[in-house]
Nanobody, 119 residues
Framework: QVQLVESGGGLVQPGGSLRLSCAASGSIFSINAMGWYRQAPGKQRELVAAITSGGSTNYVDSVKGRFTISRDNAKNTVYLQMNSLKPEDTAVYYC?????????????WGQGTLVTVSS
């Protein structure tokens, strides 16, 4: 069984910063792509940022230049550094990973962490 555990959410003022972390654990041979999604109230879940095992990244246009995704393969951990936060960044942020396990490839989701940007 594979688990993703997120941390780092909270309340921050507009213009502030937060860093989200997501650690994978369990019977993992390797992790391919890792990413962060978010879901705001009344909206669909959207991909915020993703990173491959080789370090290639992509971002949704609304966060380019403000958010940075990175990963530590030795720790099976992915990070999302969020700067210049805006009220519209308020959402539950979910970590996602495609893992290779004893049972084959498995897509795993974290439980979500709430980010609230408000003065």
């Amino acid at each position: 069984q594979v688990q993703l555990v997120e941390s780092g959410g909270g309340l921050v003022q507009p213009g502030g910063s937060l860093r989200l972390s997501c650690a994978a654990s369990g019977s993992i041979f390797s992790i391919n792509a890792m990413g962060w999604y978010r879901q705001a109230p009344g909206k669909q879940r959207e991909l915020v940022a993703a990173i491959t095992s080789g370090g290639s990244t992509n971002y949704v246009d609304s966060v380019k230049g403000r958010f940075t995704i990175s990963r530590d393969n030795a720790k099976n951990t992915v990070y999302l550094q969020m700067n210049s936060l805006k009220p519209e960044d308020t959402a539950v942020y979910y970590c996602n990973a495609v893992t290779l396990t004893t049972g084959g490839y498995l897509e795993v989701w974290g439980q979500g962490t709430l980010v609230t940007v408000s003065s």
